[in-house]
C-alpha cells in the first residue's frame, strides 16, 4: 500500500515510536503522579519527556505549559470553552474543521457570537476583514495554521500580532502543522496552541494537546482526580494537572516522545523542506493532466503538505476507491470534517475533494505512483 | 517488582494486548470511519470489535450503546454534564471519586443541586437514605459499584430499581468492577455505566468507554469531527460518532479488544473468584498483624479487590516508599484521588491510607510477600 493520507494521520511512525509504546506497556505500571511506587515514577517521567519535548518544539517557556489532550479536537474544546463566556465574540476564518466550527455553533446556542472573516484558499484569513471584525466583545480568534483541505497557510504572524495589539486571545489549530513546520508560540504572539500527537509529530492516534500561555487560567472541559490536592472539592489551578484528570494515555504519550525525539533529531527544517518538495512533485505532475482542478496554492506559494483535487469524469469517492483497490493508494475524499472549507472551495455539492497528503517517509515513487494512477483514472482506463 | 496496584491500572496485560497493540500501530493508518481504503477500514474493523465486546460483557442490546473515551473521568463527565441542567437535583454516595465529585461540585456553582446520602464502608449507600433524598426534580442518582479505597460494593440492584420506578437516571461508575465482577446494564437498570479500559479490562491506559442506554440522548462534552454528516453545523445526533469527535486512540481499542478476548476466554466468573481468593487471603494475613487496621468490608462480605489499610507506627506515605524500595512491592498510598471516601472512613488528617490491589495475574506468593513485608515494618525490623 502507497500511503498518502498523513493528513489523517502520520503512517508509517518510526520505529522507536512502535518500541516506546510496547515498552511503555509492558513496564510502566500505576498511574502517573498517582503513586509513589517506581514502576508509576517511569511513567511519569516519560510522561515529562513528551511535555519538555513538545515545550521545545513550540518554543513555550516551560514543560508546564503543555496539557495532553486526547487529540487536536479535545484541545480545540478545552481552549474554546475555557475562554468564552456568554457575552463574549470570537472571530474565525471561513475554512476551518469542524472542530472549531462546531464547538463555536454550540456557543452561540448560549450567548456567545462568532463572525467568519473572509478566508482565501490562495493565501488564508483576510487581515483587514479580520481588523474589521474586532468588537469591543472581541474575546478570541481561532484558526488553522494549516487548511487541512487546501494546504493554505495562515498569516498567523500578523494575526497574532493584532491580536496582542488589541488584547485579544489568539488560539491556533496547528493540526496540520505541529511537526511539518516551524511554530513559536512566543514569536506569533500564540496563546493557546491545539496540537495533535499523531500526525506530524508521529506519535500514536489517541494523543494530542494544548499549549497554554504563561498566566492563563482556562475554565475545565473536565473535572476530577489530579494526583495532587486531592482533599479540595474543587479542580486544583496548577498546571498541567487542572486539564488532565483521569489515567492519561500513557503508553501513547511514552510514543509521542519517541516520535518527537526523532523529529528533533532528523531537524524540522529538513522534515518541511522534504515534505514541501513531495508536495510540489505532486502539484507539478498533476497539473499536466487534462480535467484534473487542483485547489489551493499554487507551486511557488508557501503551502502545507495537503492537495486536494476534483476529476471532471468521476466523483471523490469513486476515485478513491479506485485509488485503493486498483492501485493500492490510501488518500481520503469527502467533506474531510471541514463543512466551511468545502463552502469556500465551492466543492460542497460535489461530494468534496480527493485529498493527498505525503509524509516525511514517503519517496518520489510514491507522488510518481499517483499521479500516474490519476491520469489512468482520467484516460479511462479504469473503470470503476 | 510485586505489583499489587491494579486499582490504578492493571498490570502486567496479556501477551496479546501488547501484540494487538503493536499490529494497530504498525498496521493501521488514517482515521476509523474517515476514510475509505483498506488501511482505516481496517482500523474501523478493530474499534468496531472493541465496541462489540464491550456491548456483550455489560449486556448491552447493541454495539451502538458503547461510546469510547479516553478515561472513566471523561465518561463520567460525559455522563453528568450530559444530562443535569440547571435546576437538576442530583444524588450521590458519600465515597466517591473525585471524577464524581468534582463535576458535580463544579455544577453546583451553575445551578445544580447535590445531595450526598450515607453510605456504609461496609454495605455502601443507605438505601433508605437514599429514597429519602428524592426530590421532585431529582434527575440522576451516580455512585461506584465499588469503592477505590475501601472495596465496598454499592447495592446496585437496589439502586437501579428504585431509580427506574422513580424516573431517575441511574449512572455507575464502574471504574474498579469492569472485567471485576458481572454487570448487567439491563438486569440493573443502569441507564450509564462509565468504565476504564485499563483496569479490570486489562487494555491499555488511554482508553474507557460510557453505555448509554437506547433512547437517551446527552448533550456533548466535545464537539467536531465526526467522520458522518460533516455538512452539519451541529454535532450529529447518531450515537456512538455523536459523542467521539476527533481521532480515536485507535492502537488503544485493539488493546482493548484484545483484553476483551482475554476476559471472556478466561470467564468472568473465574476472574472474580480468583480476584477474591487474593483479596481475602490479604485480609485474612493482615488481620493477624499487630497495629495494622483494615478498611472496608470483613472477609465473608461480598467486597471488590481493594484492601486499605493504615499501620499505628507510620505515615501511609512512608509505608508504601518502604514497600516501593526495600520490598519492591508497589502499592498506592495517600487519598487515592477521592477526599470523600477518606472523610467517610475517618482517614483524611493521617494522610490517606495504604492501598493494597491484587490482579488476576497476582499469586499467593504475592499476597504473602505483602503480608511479610508489613510485618517486619510493623515490627520496627525496617527503618525508613
Redesign the interface.
Known amino acids: 500500500?502507497i500511503?498518502l493520507?498523513n493528513a489523517?494521520?502520520s503512517?508509517?511512525?518510526p520505529e522507536s515510536?512502535?518500541q516506546a509504546?510496547?515498552k511503555a506497556?509492558?513496564e510502566?505500571?500505576?498511574?502517573y503522579g498517582?503513586?509513589?511506587?517506581?514502576?508509576?515514577l517511569a511513567a511519569g517521567e516519560s510522561i515529562f519527556e513528551a511535555r519538555m519535548l513538545c515545550a521545545k518544539l513550540f518554543h513555550a517557556p516551560s514543560p508546564e505549559n503543555i496539557c495532553f489532550a486526547?487529540?487536536?479536537?479535545?484541545a480545540?474544546?478545552l481552549a474554546i470553552k475555557g475562554v468564552l463566556h456568554p457575552g463574549d465574540h470570537v472571530i474565525t476564518g471561513c475554512m476551518e474543521?469542524?472542530?472549531v466550527?462546531?464547538?463555536l455553533?454550540?456557543l452561540e446556542k448560549v450567548g456567545m457570537q462568532t463572525t467568519k472573516v473572509v478566508t482565501s484558499p490562495e493565501s488564508g484569513i483576510d487581515l483587514d476583514a479580520l481588523e474589521k471584525a474586532i468588537q469591543k466583545n472581541t474575546k478570541l480568534v481561532v484558526c488553522n495554521h494549516i487548511s487541512n483541505v487546501a494546504g493554505t497557510i495562515n498569516p498567523i504572524k500578523e494575526i497574532g500580532g493584532l491580536c496582542r495589539e488589541k488584547g485579544i486571545l489568539f488560539l491556533l489549530d496547528a493540526a496540520q502543522s505541529a511537526g511539518m513546520m516551524k511554530i513559536d508560540v512566543i514569536e506569533n504572539n500564540i496563546d493557546l496552541l491545539a496540537f495533535?500527537g499523531?500526525k506530524g509529530l508521529l506519535g500514536?492516534?489517541?494523543?494530542?494537546g494544548l499549549y497554554i500561555r504563561e498566566g492563563l487560567i482556562l475554565d475545565?472541559?473536565?473535572?476530577?482526580?489530579?494526583?495532587t490536592q486531592?482533599?479540595?472539592?474543587?479542580?486544583p489551578e496548577t498546571k498541567p494537572e487542572r486539564y488532565e484528570?483521569?489515567?492519561?494515555?500513557?503508553?501513547?504519550l511514552a510514543?509521542l516522545a519517541a516520535g518527537l525525539k526523532h523529529i528533533l533529531s532528523e531537524g524540522l527544517d529538513n522534515i518541511e523542506k522534504r515534505e514541501l518538495e513531495l508536495t510540489n512533485h505532486l502539484i507539478n505532475g498533476l497539473e499536466k493532466i487534462g480535467g484534473v482542478k487542483i485547489y489551493g496554492p499554487k507551486v511557488g506559494i508557501p503551502r502545507g503538505n495537503v492537495v486536494s483535487i476534483s476529476l471532471e469524469s468521476m466523483q471523490p469517492?469513486e476515485v478513491?476507491?479506485i485509488?485503493?483497490?486498483v492501485f493500492h493508494?490510501?488518500?481520503?475524499?469527502?467533506?474531510?470534517?471541514?463543512?466551511d472549507a468545502h463552502d469556500t472551495l465551492g466543492t460542497?455539492n460535489q461530494g468534496g475533494l480527493v485529498r493527498v497528503s505525503p509524509g516525511y517517509f514517503n519517496t518520489e515513487q510514491d507522488a510518481e505512483a499517483f499521479i500516474k494512477a490519476i491520469e489512468s483514472i482520467t484516460q479511462g482506463e479504469v473503470i470503476s
Chains 1, 2 share one sequence.
Open positions: 500500500m500511503y493520507d489523517a494521520t503512517w508509517p511512525k515510536v512502535y509504546v510496547d506497556l509492558r510502566f505500571g500505576g498511574s498517582r503513586g509513589s511506587h517506581s514502576m508509576a486526547s487529540n487536536t479536537t479535545e480545540l474544546n474543521h469542524n472542530s466550527s462546531r464547538p455553533k454550540k495533535p499523531h500514536p492516534q489517541g494523543t494530542g475545565t472541559l473536565k473535572e476530577g482526580g489530579t494526583g486531592s482533599e479540595r472539592y474543587d479542580q484528570s483521569g489515567t492519561m494515555n500513557l503508553p501513547g510514543g469517492s478513491s476507491m485509488l485503493d483497490q493508494i490510501a488518500v481520503r475524499s469527502g467533506l474531510h470534517c471541514a463543512r460542497m
